[in-house]
């Protein structure tokens, strides 16, 4: 078959299995090393909230000042986070990515030398400037591999990654902390650290070996496969090569994307970094349990990835299905304030958290490439911009539930907070956005 006869529509239903079958091979080419990287890059931004216990009871740290370290990591995140996007533009995705993961594995490696206040501090902020640019560069990526209609189930299994990295990473944490407490003279939230960040260094190796930076790099498509894939990435993003960070900035519904997105990363990072501190508050002391209890959200939110993100294809509806699942999130948090006390009911809460706000991630991160379609080195950055301006969340998220907990000695009133954000991000959704983001992706 003709590529002009591809384009032009001849044989729909041969052209839609030939593209079906590409992508598939695509997804399974590039996917599983992608997905276990952003496992180790999520498990990075939880282990931290498993090891609160005991490196609170160790370093003397109050929750506000323990709020006020998680938060750095997304500072430093966030200063180095659009440089780091740009720089991926100009030297490749395989070879910055690997980068990412090398230095920020050795970064979180590095935690085991904590043993005050300010080196808490100091370590934390570098473990987000090592890591910055890693989420929306992967991003990036992917919109150079797959066509603009496939994205929904792509991105869906990307954050499905971060989904196992709180199901088995939950678990696990508790695991250690519990029985490697002690082992070889170190204390459990050192190994938690430890085990997490040097398995990066590996797979940033692997990164460099076995990712390509464009489509007709790949040794394992033929010709006339290269063809096709670029063809229809091409078909919804016509002249990728031009356009500025500056132009992709002053298109309209940009920054309220980047409000939305802060609005959902507030709500993200309160389920992240405090859940287990939930639990704990409930009445559950052990911390196997509290790790088992833990993995409950993204179990619910895995499954809601995959049903949304597969329905979301295939009705071509972006918009409706983000503000529906953060809705969902915030039914969660009102929930979990009301039912604090209360252990079952708190998790049945939680767990909502995990269908909602989880689900709600890759589901956003479907409307900034229709936004930015042909920005060219203006999308690479206009997603970073995106992403930093949600991020910031993770920086009032943490410290404004860590102050509101010292002050009152609850973090209800802060759940109840957070859940009036979820409502806002849903307007936003709703109402706030141009009608270029209200079209349906379409085959």
């Not at 954050?159 to 944490?173: I, K, N, W």
């Not at 943490?398 to 849903?426: E, F, H, N, Q, W």
Request: with cysteine.
């Amino acid at each position: 078959m003709s590529l002009n006869a591809l384009e032009a529509g001849a044989s729909p239903a041969v052209s839609h299995d030939e593209e079906k079958a590409l992508v598939s091979k695509v997804a399974w080419r590039l996917m599983p090393l992608i997905m276990v990287c952003y496992l180790f890059a999520f498990f990075d931004r939880i282990n931290i909230s498993f090891a609160k216990f005991q490196l609170q009871a160790d370093l003397s740290l109050s929750d506000t000042a323990y709020g006020l370290g998680a938060g750095l990591f997304v500072v430093g995140y966030v200063i180095f986070e659009v440089p780091s996007n740009m720089m991926l533009y100009k030297v490749g995705a395989r070879r910055w990515i690997a980068r990412i993961m090398m230095s920020w594995g050795l970064a979180t490696a590095l935690m085991v030398f904590v043993n005050s206040e300010w080196q808490f501090y100091v370590l934390r902020f570098l473990i987000g400037a090592m890591e910055a640019g890693f989420a929306p560069g992967v991003l990036y990526y992917l919109t150079l591999w797959f066509p603009q209609h496939y994205r929904g189930r792509i991105t869906s299994m990307l954050f499905l990654s971060s989904a196992f990295a709180g199901l088995v990473g939950a678990p696990f944490s508790g695991l250690v902390l519990q029985h490697l407490d002690g082992f070889l003279d170190m204390r459990g939230w050192h190994w938690l650290f430890l085990l997490g960040g040097v398995p990066c260094i590996g797979l940033g190796l692997l990164v460099l070996t076995l990712l390509k930076d464009r489509i007709e790099d790949a040794h394992w498509l033929t010709a006339s496969e290269k063809t096709l894939l670029a063809s229809r990435i091409a078909h919804h993003e016509p002249h990728k090569s031009g356009g500025s960070l500056l132009a992709a900035l002053k298109i309209p519904g940009f920054l309220t994307l980047g409000l939305i997105y802060f609005l959902i990363q507030v709500a993200s990072y309160g389920l992240n970094f405090w859940a287990p501190q939930l639990i704990r508050s409930a009445g559950t002391e052990s911390p196997v349990m509290i790790g088992l209890l833990t993995a409950i959200p993204y179990i619910c939110g895995a499954i809601s990835m995959v049903v949304i993100g597969r329905l979301s294809d295939a009705s071509g509806e972006r918009r409706k299905f983000v503000a529906g699942l953060v809705a969902v999130g915030a039914i969660g948090f009102f929930s979990a304030g009301i039912f604090a006390n209360h252990t079952t009911f708190l998790i049945i809460a939680l767990g909502l958290l995990g269908a909602g706000i989880i689900a709600s991630i890759p589901s956003f991160w479907t409307l900034p490439p229709k936004l930015l379609a042909g920005a060219g080195a203006g999308a690479a950055g206009g997603i970073a911009v995106i992403n930093t301006l949600g991020q910031f969340g993770g920086i009032v998220s943490p410290v404004m539930v860590g102050r509101i907990k010292d002050l009152t000695g609850s973090t209800t009133p802060a759940l109840y907070v957070i859940g009036v954000c979820a409502l806002i991000a849903v307007a936003l959704l709703l109402w706030g956005l141009p009608q270029k983001l209200r079209t349906l992706d379409k085959f």
